[in-house]
Protein backbone atom coordinates (compact mmCIF):
# COMPACT_ATOMS: atom_id res chain seq x y z
CA UNK A 1 0.00 0.00 0.00
CA UNK A 2 1.44 3.60 -1.14
CA UNK A 3 1.80 6.47 1.52
CA UNK A 4 -1.36 8.22 -0.88
CA UNK A 5 -3.59 4.90 -0.03
CA UNK A 6 -2.30 4.78 3.23
CA UNK A 7 -3.57 8.12 3.90
CA UNK A 8 -7.02 7.39 2.65
CA UNK A 9 -7.34 4.52 4.45
CA UNK A 10 -6.68 6.24 7.51
CA UNK A 11 -8.84 9.65 6.54
CA UNK A 12 -11.74 6.56 5.91
CA UNK A 13 -10.95 4.81 9.07
CA UNK A 14 -11.09 8.12 11.19
CA UNK A 15 -14.30 8.64 9.65
CA UNK A 16 -15.81 5.28 10.68
CA UNK A 17 -14.56 6.27 14.21
CA UNK A 18 -15.79 9.72 14.16
CA UNK A 19 -19.23 8.71 13.15
CA UNK A 20 -19.27 5.96 15.64
CA UNK A 21 -18.29 7.78 18.51
CA UNK A 22 -21.20 10.86 17.53
CA UNK A 23 -23.87 7.80 17.13
CA UNK A 24 -22.70 6.60 20.91
CA UNK A 25 -22.54 9.64 22.51
CA UNK A 26 -26.02 10.58 21.74
CA UNK A 27 -27.76 7.18 22.62
CA UNK A 28 -25.73 7.95 26.02
CA UNK A 29 -26.79 11.20 25.99
CA UNK A 30 -30.62 10.11 25.17
CA UNK A 31 -30.80 8.61 28.25
CA UNK A 32 -33.63 10.46 30.95
CA UNK A 33 -34.07 10.25 34.63
CA UNK A 34 -38.27 9.92 35.31
CA UNK A 35 -40.12 10.97 38.49
CA UNK A 36 -43.45 9.53 40.21
CA UNK A 37 -44.88 11.12 42.81
CA UNK A 38 -48.20 10.56 44.48
CA UNK A 39 -48.64 14.41 44.12
CA UNK A 40 -48.03 14.28 40.71
CA UNK A 41 -50.42 14.27 37.46
CA UNK A 42 -49.67 12.19 34.06
CA UNK A 43 -50.22 15.31 32.19
CA UNK A 44 -47.16 16.76 33.83
CA UNK A 45 -43.40 15.92 32.05
CA UNK A 46 -42.20 13.74 34.65
CA UNK A 47 -39.31 15.61 35.86
CA UNK A 48 -38.50 15.89 39.19
CA UNK A 49 -40.16 19.39 40.01
CA UNK A 50 -43.12 18.07 37.42
CA UNK A 51 -43.68 14.02 38.42
CA UNK A 52 -45.88 11.86 36.99
CA UNK A 53 -48.50 10.31 38.72
CA UNK A 54 -48.52 6.67 38.07
CA UNK A 55 -45.57 3.85 37.99
CA UNK A 56 -47.89 2.49 34.87
CA UNK A 57 -47.95 5.80 32.85
CA UNK A 58 -44.24 6.53 33.57
CA UNK A 59 -43.33 2.85 32.21
CA UNK A 60 -45.40 3.66 29.12
CA UNK A 61 -43.40 6.35 28.60
CA UNK A 62 -40.23 6.18 28.76
CA UNK A 63 -37.09 4.61 26.66
CA UNK A 64 -34.30 1.47 27.00
CA UNK A 65 -31.65 3.61 29.15
CA UNK A 66 -34.45 5.35 31.06
CA UNK A 67 -34.85 5.51 35.05
CA UNK A 68 -37.96 6.20 36.79
CA UNK A 69 -37.24 7.20 40.38
CA UNK A 70 -40.76 6.63 42.60
CA UNK A 71 -41.09 9.21 45.23
CA UNK A 72 -42.42 7.80 48.86
CA UNK A 73 -46.15 7.12 49.24
CA UNK A 74 -48.38 4.30 48.50
CA UNK A 75 -49.42 3.35 44.87
CA UNK A 76 -52.74 1.65 44.38
CA UNK A 77 -52.17 -0.16 40.81
CA UNK A 78 -50.80 -3.30 39.82
CA UNK A 79 -48.24 -2.65 36.90
CA UNK A 80 -47.61 -4.21 33.53
CA UNK A 81 -44.47 -4.16 31.59
CA UNK A 82 -44.84 -6.06 28.15
CA UNK A 83 -43.41 -6.34 25.29
CA UNK A 84 -40.92 -3.21 25.96
CA UNK A 85 -37.32 -2.68 26.25
CA UNK A 86 -33.95 -3.59 24.67
CA UNK A 87 -31.11 -4.46 26.48
CA UNK A 88 -28.63 -3.19 23.54
CA UNK A 89 -29.89 0.32 24.10
CA UNK A 90 -29.91 0.12 28.42
CA UNK A 91 -31.43 -1.12 31.45
CA UNK A 92 -35.01 0.50 31.81
CA UNK A 93 -34.19 0.70 35.71
CA UNK A 94 -37.89 1.54 38.00
CA UNK A 95 -36.87 2.05 41.66
CA UNK A 96 -37.38 3.81 44.67
CA UNK A 97 -36.08 7.04 45.23
CA UNK A 98 -32.89 7.13 47.17
CA UNK A 99 -33.89 6.89 51.35
CA UNK A 100 -37.49 6.60 50.22
CA UNK A 101 -39.95 4.42 51.03
CA UNK A 102 -42.27 3.40 48.15
CA UNK A 103 -45.71 0.87 48.50
CA UNK A 104 -47.06 -1.20 45.43
CA UNK A 105 -50.34 -1.31 47.76
CA UNK A 106 -53.69 -4.16 45.83
CA UNK A 107 -56.23 -3.58 48.68
CA UNK A 108 -58.94 -1.78 46.72
CA UNK A 109 -57.75 -3.50 43.68
CA UNK A 110 -59.49 -6.58 42.15
CA UNK A 111 -57.33 -9.48 40.83
CA UNK A 112 -57.95 -10.90 37.25
CA UNK A 113 -56.45 -13.16 35.13
CA UNK A 114 -54.49 -10.61 33.07
CA UNK A 115 -54.33 -8.22 36.29
CA UNK A 116 -52.95 -10.06 38.94
CA UNK A 117 -49.60 -9.12 40.15
CA UNK A 118 -47.59 -6.13 41.47
CA UNK A 119 -45.56 -6.35 38.52
CA UNK A 120 -46.29 -8.51 35.54
CA UNK A 121 -43.31 -8.58 33.21
CA UNK A 122 -43.98 -10.23 29.58
CA UNK A 123 -42.01 -10.39 26.47
CA UNK A 124 -40.12 -7.39 28.14
CA UNK A 125 -36.19 -6.98 28.18
CA UNK A 126 -33.70 -4.95 30.23
CA UNK A 127 -35.59 -4.49 32.98
CA UNK A 128 -34.26 -3.78 36.70
CA UNK A 129 -37.20 -3.22 39.58
CA UNK A 130 -35.52 -2.94 42.88
CA UNK A 131 -36.18 -1.08 46.53
CA UNK A 132 -40.15 -1.95 46.48
CA UNK A 133 -42.44 -2.91 48.95
CA UNK A 134 -45.44 -4.76 47.49
CA UNK A 135 -48.09 -6.12 49.72
CA UNK A 136 -51.76 -6.78 49.58
CA UNK A 137 -52.48 -8.74 46.42
CA UNK A 138 -55.76 -10.83 47.13
CA UNK A 139 -58.69 -13.20 46.21
CA UNK A 140 -60.71 -15.44 47.27
CA UNK A 141 -61.45 -17.23 43.38
CA UNK A 142 -59.20 -20.37 42.50
CA UNK A 143 -59.23 -19.42 39.26
CA UNK A 144 -57.21 -16.51 40.10
CA UNK A 145 -53.45 -16.52 41.03
CA UNK A 146 -51.98 -13.79 42.41
CA UNK A 147 -48.40 -12.67 42.77
CA UNK A 148 -45.98 -9.85 43.71
CA UNK A 149 -44.27 -10.19 41.33
CA UNK A 150 -44.37 -12.15 37.61
CA UNK A 151 -41.88 -12.80 34.91
CA UNK A 152 -43.71 -14.57 31.88
CA UNK A 153 -43.44 -15.26 27.90
CA UNK A 154 -39.78 -15.13 26.57
CA UNK A 155 -38.74 -12.27 28.88
CA UNK A 156 -34.88 -11.75 29.03
CA UNK A 157 -32.25 -9.48 31.11
CA UNK A 158 -34.35 -9.07 34.01
CA UNK A 159 -33.22 -8.07 37.25
CA UNK A 160 -35.39 -8.32 40.79
CA UNK A 161 -33.35 -6.63 43.72
CA UNK A 162 -34.04 -5.71 47.48
CA UNK A 163 -37.99 -5.85 47.29
CA UNK A 164 -40.43 -6.31 50.35
CA UNK A 165 -42.93 -8.53 49.19
CA UNK A 166 -45.56 -10.20 51.25
CA UNK A 167 -49.14 -10.56 52.16
CA UNK A 168 -49.89 -11.89 49.17
CA UNK A 169 -52.93 -14.54 49.53
CA UNK A 170 -55.28 -16.76 47.49
CA UNK A 171 -57.84 -17.99 49.73
CA UNK A 172 -60.01 -19.94 48.55
CA UNK A 173 -59.93 -23.83 49.40
CA UNK A 174 -58.12 -24.88 45.89
CA UNK A 175 -56.14 -21.46 45.08
CA UNK A 176 -53.16 -20.77 44.75
CA UNK A 177 -50.64 -17.70 44.58
CA UNK A 178 -47.06 -16.67 44.12
CA UNK A 179 -44.68 -14.22 45.92
CA UNK A 180 -42.19 -14.13 43.30
CA UNK A 181 -42.45 -16.11 40.09
CA UNK A 182 -40.86 -16.83 36.88
CA UNK A 183 -42.86 -19.03 34.37
CA UNK A 184 -41.41 -19.95 30.95
CA UNK A 185 -44.63 -20.41 29.15
CA UNK A 186 -43.37 -20.03 25.13
CA UNK A 187 -40.76 -22.19 22.74
CA UNK A 188 -38.37 -18.89 23.30
CA UNK A 189 -36.93 -19.43 27.34
CA UNK A 190 -36.88 -16.72 29.82
CA UNK A 191 -32.82 -15.93 30.17
CA UNK A 192 -31.08 -13.75 32.11
CA UNK A 193 -33.13 -13.27 35.29
CA UNK A 194 -31.21 -11.71 38.61
CA UNK A 195 -33.55 -12.37 41.83
CA UNK A 196 -31.83 -10.84 44.63
CA UNK A 197 -31.65 -9.96 48.07
CA UNK A 198 -36.00 -9.73 48.18
CA UNK A 199 -37.51 -10.84 51.36
CA UNK A 200 -40.56 -12.49 50.50
CA UNK A 201 -43.25 -13.30 53.70
CA UNK A 202 -47.01 -13.88 55.05
CA UNK A 203 -48.38 -15.08 52.27
CA UNK A 204 -50.80 -17.41 51.74
CA UNK A 205 -50.28 -19.71 48.21
CA UNK A 206 -52.07 -22.55 48.63
CA UNK A 207 -49.95 -25.65 46.87
CA UNK A 208 -47.10 -23.24 45.40
CA UNK A 209 -44.26 -21.46 46.52
CA UNK A 210 -42.46 -18.36 48.36
CA UNK A 211 -40.28 -17.87 44.62
CA UNK A 212 -40.81 -20.21 42.07
CA UNK A 213 -39.07 -20.86 38.75
CA UNK A 214 -40.36 -22.79 36.19
CA UNK A 215 -41.31 -23.78 32.35
CA UNK A 216 -38.51 -23.11 30.09
CA UNK A 217 -35.66 -20.75 32.09
CA UNK A 218 -32.32 -20.51 31.92
CA UNK A 219 -29.41 -18.77 32.77
CA UNK A 220 -31.15 -17.47 36.55
CA UNK A 221 -29.18 -16.42 39.18
CA UNK A 222 -31.03 -16.69 42.83
CA UNK A 223 -29.14 -14.98 45.87
CA UNK A 224 -29.60 -13.73 48.88
CA UNK A 225 -33.36 -14.27 49.22
CA UNK A 226 -35.39 -14.70 52.54
Given at each position: ???????N?KQV???FI?????????E???SQ??YVS?????D???????P?R????????????DT???????Y??L??????G??????????????????I???????????R???????A??I???N??????K?????????G?????S?????VI?????????????G???G????????QA?????I???Q??N???G?S??L???????????D???
Amino acid sequence: MGDKDMTNFKQVLFGFIFFFSIVLSLEVSASQIYYVSTTGSDDAIGSKAEPWRTIQHAIDEVNPGDTINVRKGIYEELIQIEEIGDIHKGWITIQANKDEHVIIDGTHIEITSSNRAGFSLKDAEGIRIQNFEIRNIKTDDEDRYPAGILIRGSSRYIEVINNDIHHVANYSEEGNAHGIIVYGNKAQAIKHITIKENQVHNLILGKSESLTVTGNVNKFIIDQNS
